[in-house]
């Protein structure tokens, strides 16, 4: 998981005060447990209706269920992030482990955001290329580049300057916000357009399915603002300011660790097992 402490500054560069560092690395590490304690459960649980068929099944569920995958690898990170305040020997897998948080997730979530759009925006397309294989292709290529982003993670923090691995963050930001809300916006868009004209209960039955498509859309484009902008805002200060401020990153990375509870509460609630779920 991404850390402000990964990137911090030699104690000289950095303008804060020896009480205010130690609450807000106090704040990290609550977070970071908080991700861990309950992140690990919770997407193993979305992970296991998937795969038991609870839900819309394997197929059409195929990439929440890689980003299930890919945030479990985030909590552990969160885990490794909390041992290495102790013990420095997990830093080798921490910074590997990074590349799932900057890339791993938005890169899913990309694609969750684009089938969304093709289905609502562009239904014709959306049905020819809805069979498993093209899903299990963009899979595949997804976890090649996610890979491929971890071990630049690894290799950039060891041989480059800060100012380069927070603008490795930066671009990337950028550049899954920008697919993410173009998909987002066209679909909201096109929920808010009337259909034909029926009636009675069939009409009836279309707005009630548009609006909870159109809230869920709406609380994931909120999510995807709340995950990214702060983080974003952080990289670009630091590649201005030429150093890391302990908190100007520290609240973008405790935004960004919480917004990931936001897809699995939403497939829960879809499903009808978020009760379920926090029932003792």
């Given at each position: 998981m991404i850390s402000s402490a990964n990137f911090t500054a030699p104690e000289s560069s950095i303008n804060s005060t020896t009480q205010s560092f130690g609450l807000l690395e106090s704040l990290e590490i609550c977070v970071y447990s908080i991700n861990f304690l309950f992140g690990l459960p919770t997407h193993s649980y979305v992970i296991?209706?998937?795969?038991?068929?609870?839900?819309?099944?394997?197929?059409?569920?195929?990439?929440?269920?890689?980003?299930?995958?890919?945030?479990?690898?985030?909590?552990?990170?969160?885990?490794?992030?909390v041992l290495s305040i102790w013990f420095s020997s997990h830093l080798i897998l921490k910074l590997l482990l990074i590349g799932l948080s900057v890339t791993g997730r938005p890169l899913f979530q990309c694609l969750m955001c684009v089938e969304r759009y093709m289905a609502v925006v562009h239904p014709v397309t959306f049905l020819k290329y809805k069979p498993l294989r093209y899903r299990v292709i963009c899979c595949t290529v997804a976890w090649i580049i996610t890979l491929g982003s971890c071990l630049g993670c690894l290799i950039i923090f060891l041989l480059s300057t800060i100012t380069v691995h927070a603008w490795?963050?930066?671009?990337?930001?950028?550049?899954?916000?920008?697919?993410?809300?173009?998909?987002?916006?066209?679909?909201?868009?096109?929920?808010k357009q009337s259909g034909p004209g029926e009636r009675g209960r069939e009409r009836e039955e279309e707005n009630h399915?548009?609006?909870?498509?159109?809230?869920?859309?709406?609380?994931?484009t909120v999510s995807m603002v709340i995950i990214y902008v702060p983080m974003t805002i952080?990289?670009?200060?630091?590649?201005?300011?030429?150093?890391?401020?302990?908190?100007?990153?520290?609240?973008?990375?405790?935004?960004?660790?919480?917004?990931?509870?936001?897809?699995?509460?939403?497939?829960?609630?879809?499903?009808?097992?978020?009760?379920?779920?926090?029932?003792?």
């Open positions: 296991w209706l998937i795969i038991t068929g609870t839900g819309s099944g394997v197929a059409s569920e195929l990439f929440i269920l890689n980003l299930s995958f890919c945030e479990i690898a985030n909590s552990l990170n969160c885990f490794l992030f490795f963050f930066l671009l990337q930001f950028f550049l899954f916000l920008s697919i993410q809300l173009f998909c987002c916006v066209a679909v909201l868009r096109a929920l399915m548009k609006r909870r498509a159109f809230y869920l859309i709406l609380i994931t952080s990289a670009l200060f630091s590649n201005l300011a030429k150093l890391i401020i302990q908190e100007v990153w520290s609240p973008s990375v405790i935004c960004f660790v919480l917004a990931g509870f936001v897809q699995p509460v939403l497939y829960l609630h879809r499903n009808g097992k978020l009760l379920c779920f926090y029932s003792p």
